[in-house]
Every structure is written in structure tokens, then in C-alpha cells.
């Protein structure tokens, strides 16, 4: 019964671990800032940051992969949504 409860323990730690690695990974690789001369090769979009609702230009980010399949985190300025028209 202890080598059982053992090995389950030893699971878990091991699948918490990959997590830890995969996350580590993720946050290695850069951001990149976006210019408008800039040439993306966007393939598939995978996330988005949430556009604050401000009246003003702030920072957001976009993770996407390219066409030959690298991750990459592009980094642009955009209007909130907090302003109104009247």
C-alpha cells in the first residue's frame, strides 16, 4: 500500500514538474515590439491580451505562431475601450 501511495506522489510531482518545465519554456521567448515597416507572418493566433477600458493608448499582446510553426509574442499599442463618442 506505501509503494502504491508512492508511486501516485511520484506521478503527480513528475506531471507538476513538466508543467513548471513547459511554462519555463513559454516564458523564454521574446517580445517583440511591433513597428509598422515590420513584415508579420501570422499563421494561427493563439491568445490575446484583454484591452483595458481606458480612454487612452495602452499595451497589448499577442502570442501567435508563425508558418513555420515558431511561437512568437508581439507586443503593439492600441486605444482602450473606455472612450465614448458623445
Known sequence: ????LVLALASVCASA???DIANTNA???PVEQYTYSQ???IAKVLSMSEI???CEVVPARMTYEDSQGRKHILEYRVM???CSNG
Open 17 to 19: 514538474m513538466a508543467d
Open 80 to 82: 482602450g475601450n473606455g
Open 39 to 41: 513584415h508579420l507572418d
Open 1 to 4: 500500500m506505501k509503494a502504491l
Open 52 to 54: 483595458p477600458n481606458v
Open 27 to 29: 516564458e523564454q521567448i
